[in-house]
């Protein structure tokens, strides 16, 4: 059974990085579309972006389009998230979700397979 595991939250001030990491165990990654949703406080959980199995397609949210940049390391069964130029509106929790044999691509679909989240505070 696929386990995921996010980590690499903290606090940084606006203007800097964080880079999360999404941790498979049980299974290989290698068959599963990778997706990163974040839900903040009072709000909907929203996508952020995603990444299909064949690693030929990555989609971001228009809010983080340009700043965030997402990759899988199959070997490592991990797939990261990079972000740069955080707001404080990107503060919330973090999660990653896995699917695999989805159909279309990797923004439509859904997730079965959730992690725990890491929480990402942005803030003066």
């Known amino acids: 059974q696929l386990q995921l595991v996010e980590s690499g939250g903290g606090l940084v001030q606006p203007g800097g990085s964080l880079r999360l990491s999404c941790a498979a165990s049980?299974?290989?990654?290698?068959?599963?579309?990778i997706g990163w949703f974040r839900q903040a406080p009072g709000k909907e959980r929203e996508g952020v972006s995603c990444?299909?199995?064949?690693?030929?397609?990555?989609i971001y949210a228009d809010s983080v389009k340009g700043r965030f940049t997402i990759s899988r390391d199959n070997g490592k069964s991990t797939v990261y998230l990079q972000m740069n130029s955080l707001k404080p509106e990107d503060t919330a929790v973090y999660y990653c979700a896995a699917e695999a044999d989805i159909l279309g691509d990797c923004w439509n679909t859904s997730y079965n397979y959730w992690g725990q989240g890491t929480q990402v505070t942005v803030s003066s």
């Open positions: 990444i299909d199995d064949s690693n030929t397609s990555r």
């Open positions: 049980g299974e290989t990654l290698k068959h599963y579309s």
